[in-house]
Nanobody, 112 residues
């Protein structure tokens, strides 16, 4: 059974950092592309970043480029999203996606 579990969200002040984790089970993690999405209140879900399973090639949305870093540890079946210099507009539920499967998300709130 494919399962994705996000963790690491929370409340952070503007300019702060958080690291999200996505722990996978039920499939061979190292064989698949990992994507992080987010959905802010009243907005559509948007792709934030992705990382390939071969060579770990990364792609970022313009809105997070230079601030967020996506990575993966295939030995731990876990992907990460390091978020730095957070802004209030980064407030959203963050989801990981692999094999067109979704986790339940983790809430990130950026507020003073």
């Amino acid at each position: 059974q494919v399962q994705l579990v996000e963790s690491g969200g929370g409340l952070v002040q503007p300019g702060g950092s958080l690291r999200l984790s996505c722990t996978a089970s039920g499939f061979t993690f190292s064989n698949y592309l990992l994507k992080w999405y987010r959905q802010a209140p009243g907005k559509e879900r948007e792709l934030v970043a992705s990382i390939t399973h071969v060579f770990s090639i990364t792609v970022y949305a313009d809105s997070v480029k230079g601030r967020f870093i996506i990575s993966r540890d295939n030995a731990k079946n876990t992907g990460y999203l390091q978020m730095n210099t957070l802004k209030p507009e980064d407030t959203a539920v963050y989801y990981c996606n692999m094999m067109d499967k979704w986790g339940k998300g983790t809430l990130v709130t950026v507020s003073s």
